[in-house]
């Protein structure tokens, strides 16, 4: 069985991938804990809704720096 998903914090990420973690400066959860393939699953489900969650953050972060943009456009006139 091929499982792949991304622990993400920050700039750094753990990957686990059929059954081995490889890190790099993250929260590492011990594979011992996985007791079955629908833990995988829902552990992966998991870390895409924390994907989505990162990316809608971006977004709104990106939003309010092109108001601020805007407000000091409109400032000047």
């Not at 750094?12 to 929260?27: E, F, I, L, M, N």
């Not at 007791?35 to 809704?49: H, K």
């Not at 990162?54 to 409109?74: H, Y």
């Amino acid at each position: 069985m091929q499982t792949r998903f991304c622990v993400k914090r920050g700039h750094s990420a753990a990957v686990y991938t059929s059954g081995r973690w490889s890190t790099s400066d993250c929260d590492v959860v011990d594979e011992g804990h996985f007791t079955s393939e629908c833990d995988l699953i829902r552990i992966g489900e998991i870390m895409g809704c924390n994907r989505d969650l990162e990316n809608i953050k971006q977004n709104i972060n990106d939003v309010q720096n092109k108001m601020k943009n805007i407000i000091d456009v409109l400032g000047r006139v």
